[in-house]
């Protein structure tokens, strides 16, 4: 019998705020909320914010979710880029002798100046490359809220925003468990815990790869940071050196679109076969950068200003709907960028009883098919249906029939592209078709936050555990309609909230697609339904005394979002504290003890194979 992953804690910080205290997912059905809920994470959204004591509920919002790009990041009205010129034979010009390129380029003649700066004439017609800028053709994304400067709450030593974004939210993940981390080493060994998490693109900005492949042709030096730094999995390093201490497990899996799904894959999956007991997983993207969104721009996928007047009939001289510009499944030009950091917390059923952990959920599987044979890189194929149907076949066999049709929801990919919203319909239409869905619900949480790439199914997990929690689906309200050639038959494509009351939808299927052929679908039980797995598997007695355990849980959590709001939490960040090298371990033939870990890593292995002498 597989020992069931459950989901004991959620941290990380998207657009629309910070994710622990489900203040991520209730941005997005604020309105929906009971006065306190709204209070509470106004409240959270303004520290977060660095926002004085009594700015107005409209200020506070007004830096969430897509919206206009602004300057912290970099200004989309003038993108510092070269310009060739062409210098005709003849042509002059004055320099510092300090500043002349070595070797000389060939036909230039020089002559020193009194004041000691060189003319230079160039014999030859050649092209130089003159500093200019160019407005973007996209300035709207998914940024995090305006003010949160990750990079100021711990010694960043010019980390790439990826990588600070992981520090916060790998911390709010571990805080918001309630529990402590040492205590929690004294139950496991080092090898049954995991850390799986990157991003899709690596480190990008100037503090990682992209300043390892600028700096020459700015005139600058590569530091000694931006290559090891750069890494696609140096999310997981971090956790493990500077947040955790862990020697577990670690690494990232890549699957574009579909990364988070990818690593989540391989924590349940080993938690399932015993493998390992605590897994984090989570993935850190930010893609906000010009080259990147030149890049999708150029490809067609990123829905640019001209796009979206066009779509509103709007003249050129009046400013696009920025807030607006991802519209799943309705008429649409393309997908909206985004940053984002999310991180879930799983342990082993029996590990989590013990600890009196908060259950949130748990993982019953995540489905990975390819493509095959395709027409293009970036086309869609056949895998996605392959991954929802044994989803959602999985879903009724654990859950039965009527929870799959009547008690079951689906966060779709949703990107907000033309061809999306005909494929995955499709995909979504046909499923429930087959498996009995009269009006299954299908919600597209990017139609608030944007497209954050690698960690997106992230982003789609913190609005599905707020769904259990709070009760209220949150609905497309980008769009005034569907499209015509969205296909919706058994689907309720959600254009408003929909209340569902808390924790009665039993199953939440997180759908991911991906360039390449990346497709993903996770099966989430509820926290219902995963108690009920529990006890059935448990006995009262192990649930009572649970439940006894998570009132100390609780008071911890309750402590640590009471920091929060007061802006006295800061990240872990452990840097050379704790250090271990060989001469720290105790080696036996058995066993080698770590310092920090209560269970001893255990050397009596059997031979997994068959017997050959």
């Given at each position: ?218 005139g600058k030096r590569v530091t000694s940071k931006q290559c090891p730094l750069g890494f696609a999995e140096m999310s997981a390093d971090f956790i493990n050196a500077y947040i955790l201490g862990s020697l577990g497990g670690t690494g990232t899996n890549m699957g574009a679109c579909a990364t ?354």
């Amino acid at each position: 019998m597989s020992r069931l992953p459950v989901i004991v804690a959620q941290g990380g910080v998207s657009p629309a705020g910070r994710t622990s205290g489900f203040h991520g997912y209730r941005r997005l059905v604020l309105e929906c909320l009971d006065d306190q809920s709204q209070s509470d994470t106004l409240a959270a959204l303004r520290t977060l914010r660095n926002l004085p004591e009594g700015s107005s509920r409209e200020d506070i919002l007004s830096g969430t979710l897509i919206r206009e790009l602004e300057n912290n990041l970099f200004d989309h009205k003038a993108i510092p880029v070269h310009q060739a010129v062409q210098a005709e034979a003849g042509s002059e010009f004055i320099l510092k002798g300090r500043r002349l390129p070595n070797p000389l380029p060939a036909g230039w003649q020089l002559e020193k100046r009194e004041d000691g700066q060189i003319k230079v004439r160039i014999e030859t017609s050649q092209q130089l490359m003159i500093p200019a800028t160019r407005e973007s053709l996209v300035s709207a994304a998914g940024q995090l809220p305006s003010g949160f400067a990750p990079e100021k709450l711990y010694q960043s030593r010019n980390h790439p925003r990826s990588l600070t974004m992981t520090v916060f939210g790998a911390s709010d993940a571990i805080y918001s468990a309630g529990m402590d981390w040492n205590v929690i080493k004294q139950k496991l060994s080092p090898d049954q815990v995991a850390v799986y998490s990157g991003s899709a693109m690596s480190q990008l900005d100037f503090n990682g790869n992209g300043g390892l492949l600028q700096s020459r042709l700015l005139g600058k030096r590569v530091t000694s940071k931006q290559c090891p730094l750069g890494f696609a999995e140096m999310s997981a390093d971090f956790i493990n050196a500077y947040i955790l201490g862990s020697l577990g497990g670690t690494g990232t899996n890549m699957g574009a679109c579909a990364t988070l799904l990818y690593n989540l894959e391989q924590g349940a999956s080993e938690i399932r076969s015993g493998r390992r007991r605590l897994v984090i997983v989570g993935n850190s993207e930010a893609p906000i950068t010009p080259e990147v969104m030149e890049g999708y721009s150029t490809m067609g996928a990123l829905t640019t200003d001209a796009a979206l007047r066009n779509l509103d009939g709007l003249s050129e001289a009046e400013n696009p709907h920025w807030r607006r510009a991802c519209r799943p499944f309705g008429n649409n030009a393309g997908f909206t960028i985004a940053e984002s950091s999310q991180f879930l917390v799983l342990m082993d059923d029996e590990l989590a009883l013990e600890c009196g952990a908060e259950i949130l959920g748990s993982v019953a599987d995540v489905f990975i098919n390819a493509d095959g044979f395709k027409k293009s890189i970036s086309a869609p194929g056949a895998g996605n249906h392959l991954t929802v149907a044994r989803a959602a076949a999985l879903g009724r066999a654990i859950a039965g029939e009527d929870a799959l049709r009547y008690r079951s929801f689906v966060q779709a990919h949703g990107t907000g592209t033309p061809q999306n919203r005909v494929t995955e319909s499709h995909i979504l239409s046909e499923t429930a078709k087959v498996f009995g869905m009269d009006s299954w619900p299908v919600a597209a949480v990017k139609s608030y936050v944007g497209h954050s790439i690698g960690a997106a199914g992230g982003d789609q997990i913190m609005a599905t555990l707020g769904v259990w929690k709070h009760g209220f689906i949150p609905g497309i309200k980008t769009i005034n309609g569907l499209a015509e050639d969205v296909y919706s038959e058994k689907l309720n494509i959600l254009q408003n909230h929909l209340e569902t009351g808390v924790d009665q939808m039993d199953l939440a299927l997180i759908n991911a697609k991906g360039f390449g052929g990346n497709n993903a679908t996770a099966l989430l039980l509820s926290p219902g339904t995963t108690r009920k797995m529990l006890k059935a598997r448990h006995g009262d007695k192990a649930m009572t005394q649970w439940q006894k355990k998570n009132e100390s849980v609780t008071r911890q959590q309750d402590d640590y979002e009471q920091r929060c709001q007061s802006g006295e939490s800061n990240p872990i960040y452990q840097f050379g504290e704790g250090v271990l090298d060989g001469g720290d371990l105790t080696f036996t033939g058995e066993q080698v003890n770590v310092p920090g870990y209560g269970q001893a890593l255990n050397l009596e292995m059997e031979n997994p194979f068959w017997h050959f002498n």
